[in-house]
């Protein structure tokens, strides 16, 4: 694996660990791991700091109503089947996001965006996070933005780059309602990505700016 610039921060890293992190950043930061062995190393040692920390801990007895519900929740768990993973899925797809994915990117329903960009929708956070993928075309731009919400995006093919720099594959961006940017695709190949959207996207410039209130739609 190529060292990669950008990680998760090691807070958000220590909640994936917890386990307390919404569906949609856990989804991104298990498709960062499986490109960044040092992420993977910090969170073996968290893990292991967890467990440590769990053993400590002096158990409480627990009350019958409490284990009536866990037992009735294990139940409900076991009649969950996953959903079936092809066996025909693209092995560069990462795990956490096969389930999407019937065989390959190209099989999505992608939806038009604009000239250099389409989208399609994997699903939605109960926090109101819109999860999609992203493909921009070589050398296409998403044109300058701001955020009403956190954007969490990993790039799981191709490259692009802004104002603060170039991402490569596996690479883990936040963005927040401070910060403006126009991320462009570089010109040798189409860059795909995953994004974490939790509120719209606002474009900046004179003509892009009049999409805003269809961005908005859709988010709690
Ligand atoms: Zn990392």
């Given at each position: 694996?190529?060292?990669?610039?950008n990680h998760p921060?090691?807070?958000?890293?220590?909640?994936?660990?917890?386990?307390?992190?919404?569906?949609?950043?856990?989804?991104?930061?298990?498709?960062h791991?499986?490109?960044?062995?040092?992420?993977?190393?910090?969170?073996?040692?968290?893990?292991?700091?967890?467990?440590?920390?769990?053993?400590?801990?002096?158990?409480?007895?627990?009350?019958?109503?409490?284990?009536?519900?866990?037992?009735?929740?294990?139940?409900?768990?076991?009649?969950?089947?996953?959903?079936?993973?092809?066996?025909?899925?693209?092995?560069?797809?990462?795990?956490?996001?096969?389930?999407?994915?019937?065989?390959?990117?190209?099989?999505?329903?992608?939806?038009?965006?604009?000239?250099?960009?389409?989208?399609?929708?994997?699903?939605?956070?109960?926090?109101?996070?819109?999860?999609?993928?992203?493909?921009?075309?070589?050398?296409?731009?998403?044109?300058?933005?701001?955020?009403?919400?956190?954007?969490?995006?990993v790039?799981?093919?191709?490259?692009?780059?802004?104002?603060?720099?170039?991402?490569?594959?596996?690479d883990f961006?936040?963005?927040?309602?401070?910060?403006?940017?126009?991320?462009?695709?570089?010109?040798?190949?189409?860059?795909?990505?995953?994004?974490?959207?939790?509120?719209?996207?606002?474009?900046?410039?004179?003509?892009?700016?009049?999409?805003?209130?269809?961005?908005?739609?859709?988010?709690?």
């Open positions: 694996m190529d060292k990669l610039n921060y090691g807070e958000l890293l220590a909640s994936y660990s917890a386990g307390s992190l919404p569906l949609s950043q856990a989804l991104c930061i298990s498709a791991l499986e490109h960044c062995d040092s992420c993977a190393r910090k969170l073996q040692r968290l893990n292991r700091v967890g467990t440590e920390l769990m053993q400590q801990l002096t158990p409480s007895k627990a009350s019958d109503d409490l284990k009536n519900r866990l037992l009735d929740r294990l139940d409900s768990l076991e009649d969950e089947t996953p959903k079936h993973e092809s066996a025909r899925v693209d092995p560069s797809i990462p795990r956490c996001l096969r389930q999407f994915v019937d065989s390959s990117y190209d099989d999505l329903r992608w939806k038009w965006v604009s000239a250099d960009i389409r989208s399609v929708e994997l699903c939605r956070d109960s926090n109101g996070a819109r999860v999609e993928l992203l493909k921009i075309k070589p050398g296409g731009s998403a044109k300058t933005h701001t955020h009403l919400g956190d954007e969490y995006t790039i799981l093919e191709g490259s692009f780059s802004d104002e603060a720099g170039l991402y490569r594959k596996g961006i936040v963005r927040d309602r401070h910060d403006q940017h126009t991320p462009v695709a570089t010109r040798d190949r189409e860059c795909i990505c995953l994004a974490v959207t939790e509120g719209p996207i606002q474009f900046t410039g004179p003509i892009s700016r009049l999409l805003n209130p269809f961005l908005r739609r859709g988010y709690a």
